[in-house]
């Protein structure tokens, strides 16, 4: 019984470096337009920042060799719109897909680029940027008209290439000024002839045959936002989508885009480009096995770079055994610090709950309960005789003031007055002179001793009523 073949399995490293390669070799360098935003400049000199439009964003990193080449003097802002030319790669570490970022320069967004955007959407809206209204170009065109300045070195490399690859080529060269507040009614003025031309046959007014032109070029240099205005200005845009042959346009470099590359049939990234496109190749078959030729030859230099890449990351990624032994040396030292502070930790916090235990422990030790015994004894017996001398103190204070009402009310006291209290023989107070009959004996307690006497006679008082 056969079994399926194992998977092959990759390392998230393979996998990143890979990915890295693959990049790097499908898109190699690129152009791109965005705004800079989470921008930061540490003090290495390389720039971190996120190029991003309004539907997407990237990671960018632009290094100090980078920098310094393009002179940037100092780093871009946040919210900067900048025009950048870059590398498409993966920082391997992270996973991280980002930009390289080779070149950068300001985009601009002033009012020239404003008043760009809104004529460029406004034509549009109206479609003379429309697909449909794009025409061929001719194969085997009869002749070519050129609108540029005749001074300048756009002109040179048109007709440069038109005399390589075909040089029997009518060429009418249309001279114009091509910067300037003049430059957009004479190029007008160069288109307006040109359809004049070929509305008569290719007869000037004077009924003068003049060259046939089948596609007409519209060229010159790179530069700024405001050399290339001309070809921005509206009555250019519109002359262009009257013409009533296929129109190229050659203006600036690569990266650069007027409003008139919109509304020509064709646009070319340079003047010279745009005689390529024109002009017919007369060596087509010869060209094609040359350039197949090339074609063979750089695919063969990007598979021997992408091998050498390749290799150069292998070499990365092999570490010698004496980095690896130093390698683990310091991790092994590491360890011994970690397991060293480790220890004493431990160690305080045994030591540190020995001596909780030994404090609980003393707290409870016999002797200290019965110190703490003692002394509440003591108190208690403190408090009690505190108590006891209040309460005598009480008491004594309480039968002072008895004896004292006792002594004011005593009979004792009335006698050591002078009076006497007279009793019969068995001891009853007589209170009556009818209780003691004559002749009875009677007893009068007086404050030094006891009278005995016997009753003689009775003698009521007049101003005693017993009622």
Do not use: C
Request: net charge positive; charged share 25%.
């Amino acid at each position: 019984m056969s079994h399926p073949p194992s998977p092959t399995v990759l390392t998230v490293s393979q996998l990143n470096g890979s990915v890295r390669e693959l990049l790097e070799f499908n898109y190699g360098r690129i152009w791109l337009r965005g705004e800079i935003s989470n921008l930061s400049a540490p003090s290495s000199g390389h720039l971190y920042f996120t190029l991003k439009d309004d539907g997407a964003q990237v990671r960018a990193a632009m290094f100090k060799g980078a920098r310094t080449a393009a002179r940037l003097q100092q780093p871009p802002q946040n919210g900067q719109q900048v025009l950048v030319r870059a590398r498409v790669s993966l920082y391997a570490p992270r996973g991280d897909y980002q930009l390289l970022v080779e070149h950068l320069e300001d985009a601009g967004r002033g009012a020239l680029q404003q008043a760009y955007e809104m004529l460029k959407a406004r034509l549009a809206a109206e479609g003379l940027f429309a697909p449909e209204r794009k025409r061929p170009l001719p194969v085997s065109p009869r002749g070519v008209a050129v609108v540029t300045s005749a001074s300048g070195a756009a002109v040179r490399d048109i007709l440069h290439v038109l005399q390589r690859r075909a040089p029997g080529l009518p060429v009418s060269i249309v001279p114009v000024p091509v910067q300037g507040s003049e430059a957009p009614p004479a190029i007008v003025a160069a288109l307006q002839l040109l359809a004049r031309l070929h509305a008569n046959d290719f007869r000037d007014d004077s009924d003068v045959p003049v060259p046939a032109f089948d596609v007409v070029i519209v060229a010159r240099g790179g530069g700024s936002l405001e050399d290339l205005w001309a070809f921005n200005d509206e009555s250019v845009v519109r002359a262009l989508a009257a013409m009533p042959v296929p129109v190229v346009s050659g203006v600036g470099h690569e990266i650069d885009f007027t409003i008139a590359d919109f509304v020509v049939d064709m646009r070319a990234p340079t003047p010279s480009a745009a005689a390529e496109m024109v002009s017919p190749d007369q060596q087509q078959w010869r060209d094609q096995v040359s350039q197949a030729g090339l074609r063979l030859q750089r695919a063969m230099s990007r598979e021997l770079l992408r091998q050498q890449q390749r290799l150069q990351g292998l070499q990365r990624r092999l570490r010698s055994p004496a980095r690896q032994l130093q390698d683990q040396r310091q991790r092994l030292d590491e360890l011994e610090l970690r397991l060293t502070a480790a220890l004493q930790r431990s160690q305080r916090l045994r030591r540190q709950q020995l001596e909780q235990l030994a404090g609980r422990i003393r707290a409870q030790h016999p002797a200290r309960r019965l110190q703490l015994l003692q002394a509440q004894l003591l108190q208690l017996r403190q408090r009690a005789e505190r108590g006891l001398r209040l309460r005598l103190d009480r008491h004594r204070r309480d039968l002072a003031t008895l004896a004292q009402r006792a002594q004011s009310v005593s009979p004792l006291a009335v006698i050591a007055r002078g009076y006497a209290i007279v009793s019969d023989a068995q001891g009853q107070v007589l209170r009556h002179t009818a209780d003691a009959p004559v002749g009875s004996r009677i007893q009068t307690r007086l404050a030094d001793g006891v009278l005995h006497a016997t009753v003689d006679s009775h003698q009521p008082l007049p101003e005693f009523d017993p009622k």
